[in-house]
């Protein structure tokens, strides 16, 4: 029996609850994904690498060099509530989908065509989360590490809103 | 107690609690996730919505007992004891939050308490059986791993 060996996707997972992080993980990785989970924006960026400033157009993450951006990532969201409004403006900002909570095993599979669709040679996926501030992937520009073009980052993220 | 019998109990209490519909079918989910390589998912998730849920309805019984309430303070905690009460699959608990959110919503003081004793009432009788629950699964986990050596 021949075993390939795929190229890992890695998800990048944002859930300020501790709870909705142990499900998330447990979730992703029952579906073969490499996960990273942690419990706000602020890390996930640190974690990817970088720089939080939005504003800036030239903004660099000291460690890194090669250029990436976060609207090269995929994102889906979640959310334990159906709010149209928000779901649409974080889709206008760009993300690829909306998962509602509790997400289940079968919303796994939806991440796949998003994690291989991609936007640049450097594929990474992210999923953010919808937040109360609307999350425009395109106001980001920062350097990154180069990646590989075997690995795939996906980031799945979300905030409970409260 | 044999492992057969220690099985047949837990099935029991899991299948008791699914007819009640104090749990719904994301505990159905959970259960799809726990396997060999991550045997404690459901204790440790159990255990974490409980510490949770007993932190927010601390919480909220402070809250209430103000003479001025304070309920976006109050909807924002009902809110996320209705999310992490979704995502373990106990149903009476997340119905109860959603009363109880409508209350809010009104400020309405009287439902408030009302639903905020309604939901203590459900969290805790779901309390007792997730207690039972851990405490029967440990002793089959035991019993499994005394059987491997």
Redesign the interface.
Known sequence: MAVVAEAQFHVLAVDD????R??IE??L??SSFQVTAVDSGSRALEVLGLSEDLTSSSAVSPAHNGSSSLKDIPVVIMS?ENVPSRINRCLEGGAEEFFL??V??SDMKRLRPHILKGKSKEQQLQEEETSNTSISSNKRKATDEELSPERRRLRLSNN??? | MSLMALREQLNGLVNSMFLEGLLDD?FE??Q??Q?ES?PG?IA??IT??CG?SERILAELTKLLDQAVVDYQKVD?FV??L???S???GAQHVKLACVQFRQFCEEHNKEGCLRALNVVKHEYYLLRGKFDTMLQLEQRIQAYESKQQI
């Not at chain 1, 609850?17 to 909705?20: H, K, V």
């Open positions: 609850s501790l709870m909705d142990k499900l447990r979730l990785k029952t334990s909570k509790p289940q095993l409970s809103l409260i | 994301q989910q959970l799809m996730l396997d991550s998912f440790e998730l974490l919505f949770d924002a809110h996320q209705k999310g992490s979704s995502s373990v």
